[in-house]
């Protein structure tokens, strides 16, 4: 992939809040479940909708980019 731009805008989506980063040389159904767990048990990210919201604004900003 040229210059790896999908890993670059996952790590500015992961700077914002609004992401978690799984490179697929480190992805496992372990690893997979693990995250998703992480994410559904921290619930201020999810009840206050941090990640859609952080989401939401970073692509926003890419489109505007």
């Known amino acids: 992939v040229a210059e790896n731009y999908q890993y670059h805008n996952a790590l500015t989506l992961k700077k914002d809040g609004a992401a978690e980063i799984i490179e697929e040389k480190d992805l496992t159904a372990e690893v997979l479940i693990k ?30 980019d």
């Open 35 to 64: 995250t998703v767990e992480s994410l559904i048990n921290n619930k201020s990210k999810l009840q206050q909708r941090e990640m859609h919201h952080k989401a939401t604004k970073s692509s926003r900003e890419f489109a505007i």
